[in-house]
């Protein structure tokens, strides 16, 4: 720092500990730390809250009673002298031109000593009445002459967010020696952003973000601090784009249309526009030599899978092997049937046996002839394939690393040791923010040589916002047009004492055939206190509604029993069903949704449960049973009442919670942005994205901006790691 003499960059400041920094000790080290705040450059990121202004001088006759002020004088007189026990009282007479004041302070065991007599002092606070006359109490005071900088009056006052038992006073000392030991900290922006953004130089940026000249230099100074913290983010995506496309080695697959073209031709309904256009888009990444790596969004049964299926079929013509991955056993079980299902309808595979018949794992095999499709499935507790009914685990595991299977379905038992592909080609993911990203590179690992074609599919909208940022290294396809003939599902709020009505609704609509799911509370973080709240509403209501066949499922239960359940449930052998959280689950059949203590649920959940019904040919109802006690609450409720956009859903809810808790996890590369705002600084966010795009295609890595490359890897931190694994 200071004493070196070389400019400072932000990276070098990310070397130096704030232990070095007036005041830091080791239990304060320790606090900040646990705050993320472990380097100066940490630190010069931890911005004030607020700002004092203190830039007006009153003369001290024209002082009143109440708001704070500033007054310069002398010192005329001190005194100090002992209260009871070992409290300081320090008292001390200021003057001006216009008058006199007195000031006190308050200490244990020392007098207040920062002002002695003689003194040409600065004193900020409110004044108050005692004893008939005015007097400051406790001002911040700051001796002129020795301070040549004043911090503390006089000026704007920066007011910093406390850490832990780290005070706003004591991280304002630490970052104004911060910043007076860097300063000036180079600036690595090229010149022609700076100037096409109107942006400010970025020493003067952390000067005036931390202890502004006046009011108007605060705005630009976070603009500026703002845009780099995205523009770093964004030039690390660009960057790993840049690697995927033109290093990575992909594989450019050849379709014959031999499977796919039946399977299309064969679909009891023709693709909507936006499914064939997105099929386009997927088709020809597949067919170019570098790997997909694109993210497929789509609304709850908007028909992502069904277009997956047929990226995939060509992928399969092409000679290789491909996997879905799904992240729960449910899900993975529902995609298993649902694509055999599909194939069988374009008759590349047998069909299910009998109507009605429980679709257990030794029923999917019909016998005769060999599927032109081998399918495959793998979670932890099951092991199915299409063409043997009674495959086994190690059986399955052979015909994967034989090549047999054409398309392994599965949960995160796909990435495990053990399991090989002979020639992985594409793998799609279903919900990958619930693997994070180690997940997705491990799935690469599977195949030696050329890198998977990777299609992520999401049915948890995301704002353009937040794909900009979350998985700003992929491409974006959105199946933005339901199939036609899908009537909303119209959403009723009511009371818990209104229960009677929602019982009511699914009695009618049992009555005419249809199927229906309650959902109960949700327990934070136990799943076992869950499960036993499951048991006992399944008690209450089979009691309540005793004409109907109500079932259970829930997280505890074992995937076998998961499994029977769901089985019957699809047969039409349960009329109501308690089930866990977001399953997949895809039972056309099914038209109410009731959702107990609706409040207890996040705004994306409460959707995508929604999305669960009113799938097939008849309306469906999705009832809210919540007394709402907060604001949130009311809002989400309130918002999925107005609305069956998930998009729109999706940026109200970021608007509710704020970005940090949408999406917590590690991947997202959101916990690096300390600044930024994600929905407030959209604008932002775009010129950055451009101007650090623009900058990889011109300098791919960054050759001609070692500052900017350095920085990147220093200040993304643990991101860097999972950006770069390509
Ligand atoms: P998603 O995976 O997006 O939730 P699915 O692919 O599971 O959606 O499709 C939901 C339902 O809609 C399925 O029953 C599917 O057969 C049906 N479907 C898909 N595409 C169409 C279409 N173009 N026209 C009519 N029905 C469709
Ligand atoms: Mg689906």
């Avoid at 004893?131 to 006052?157: H, N």
């Avoid at 194939?343 to 060999?370: C, H, N, Q, T, W």
């Avoid at 949960?411 to 592909?421: C, K, M, P, S, Y």
């Avoid at 950055?688 to 011109?698: E, H, K, Q, T």
Wanted: charged letters at 25%.
């Amino acid at each position: 720092m200071g004493t070196v003499g070389v400019m400072a960059t932000l990276s070098r400041l990310t070397q130096v500990s704030v232990g070095e920094l007036k005041g830091i000790g080791s239990s304060r080290l320790a606090t900040l730390a646990k705050s993320g705040i472990r380097t100066v450059a940490d630190m010069l990121h931890h911005v004030p809250r607020d700002y004092l202004d203190r830039t007006e001088v009153t003369p001290i006759a024209k002082t009143l009673v109440g708001p704070e002020v500033t007054v310069v004088g002398e010192v005329r007189s001190v005194s100090s002298r002992r209260a009871r026990g070992n409290l300081q009282i320090t008292e001390a007479r200021i003057g001006d031109d216009s008058g006199e004041i007195k000031a006190v302070w308050f200490t244990k065991n020392y007098p207040f000593r920062k002002v002695k007599e003689g003194d040409r002092v600065a004193l900020s606070g409110v004044v108050e009445r005692f004893r008939g006359s005015l007097q400051m109490k406790t001002p911040d005071a700051e001796v002129l002459d020795e301070a040549p900088e004043r911090i503390l009056t006089g000026r704007i006052v920066p007011i910093h967010p406390q850490v832990g038992k780290v005070s706003p006073q004591i991280i304002r000392d630490a970052v104004h020696n911060a910043l007076k030991r860097s300063r000036p900290i180079d600036d690595p922006l090229p010149v022609e952003f700076k100037a096409a953004r109107g942006l400010m130089d970025r020493d003067q940026a952390f000067a005036s973000i931390h202890f502004p000249e006046s009011r108007e230099e605060i705005g630009p100074a976070r603009k500026r601090l703002v845009y780099d913290e995205l523009f770093r983010l964004e030039l690390a995506l660009a960057m790993k784009r840049r690697h995927m496309i033109l290093e990575a080695k992909g594989t450019a697959h050849a379709p014959t249309g031999e499977l796919a073209g039946p399977f299309l031709d064969r679909l009891p309904y023709r693709l909507t526009a936006a499914q064939a256009r997105v099929l386009d888009e997927i088709r020809s990444d597949l067919t170019a030599p570098h790997p997909m790596h694109r993210l497929l969004q789509g609304e709850v049964g908007s028909g992502k899978t069904v277009v997956a299926v047929a990226s995939l079929l060509d992928v399969i013509e092409g000679g290789h092997q491909t996997a879905i991955m799904a992240p729960t056993e449910v899900l993975a079980e529902q995609h298993y049937l649902g694509v055999n299902d599909l194939l069988a309808k374009a008759a590349l595979s047998p069909g299910l046996r009998g109507e009605g018949e429980r679709l257990g794992m030794e029923s999917l095999f019909s016998g005769e002839e060999d599927p032109a499709v081998h399918l495959g499935l793998l979670t932890g507790s099951a092991a199915a394939a299409n063409y043997d009914s009674g495959i086994t685990r190690p059986q399955l595991l052979a015909d994967v690393a034989s090549g047999q299977v054409d398309l392994l379905v599965g949960t995160h038992a796909l990435i495990q040791e053990g399991v090989a592909f002979s020639r992985l080609g594409a793998a799609v993911i279903d919900e990958q923010h619930r693997f994070g990203v180690a997940q997705r590179v491990r799935l690469k690992e599977k195949s030696d040589g050329a890198e998977p074609d990777l299609l992520i599919m999401t049915a948890t909208p995301i704002p353009r916002t937040l794909s900009m940022t979350l998985y700003g290294d992929l491409d974006v396809s959105v199946i933005d047009e339901m199939p036609p003939g899908r009537s909303p599902v119209r959403t009723r709020l009511l009371s818990k004492a209104e229960e009677w009505r929602a019982i009511e609704h699914i009695e009618k609509e049992v009555g005419e055939g249809r199927q229906a799911f309650v959902v109960c509370p949700l327990v934070e973080d136990s799943p076992k206190v869950e499960a036993v709240s499951a048991v006992s509403e399944h008690r209450r209501l089979s009691l309540l509604m005793p004409d109907l066949r109500v079932g259970l499922i829930h997280g505890q239960l074992p995937s076998r029993e998961k499994e029977e359940v769901m089985a019957s449930l699809r047969a039409g052998e349960l009329d109501a069903e308690r089930l866990e959280v977001e399953v997949g689950i895809d039972v056309p059949n099914a038209t109410v949704m009731v959702i107990l203590d609706a409040d207890r649920f996040g705004l994306s959940q409460l959707h995508q449960l929604r999305g669960r019904v009113g799938r097939g040919s008849h309306p469906g109802t999705c009832l809210l049973l919540a007394d709402a006690s907060t604001q949130d609450a009311v809002d989400r409720l309130d918002a999925m009442v107005g609305s069956n956009d998930g998009f729109r859903l999706a940026e109200e809810d970021l608007r509710i919670r704020g970005h940090g808790t949408v999406f917590g996890t590690r991947q997202s590369g959101m916990n690096d942005l300390v600044l930024a705002d994600i929905m407030a600084d959209l604008e932002l966010l775009v010129a950055a994205r451009r101007d650090a795009f623009g900058l990889v295609d011109s300098d791919p890595e960054l050759a001609d901006h070692p500052e900017l490359a350095e920085e990147v890897s220093s200040m993304l931190g643990e991101t860097v790691d999972w950006l770069f694994i390509a």
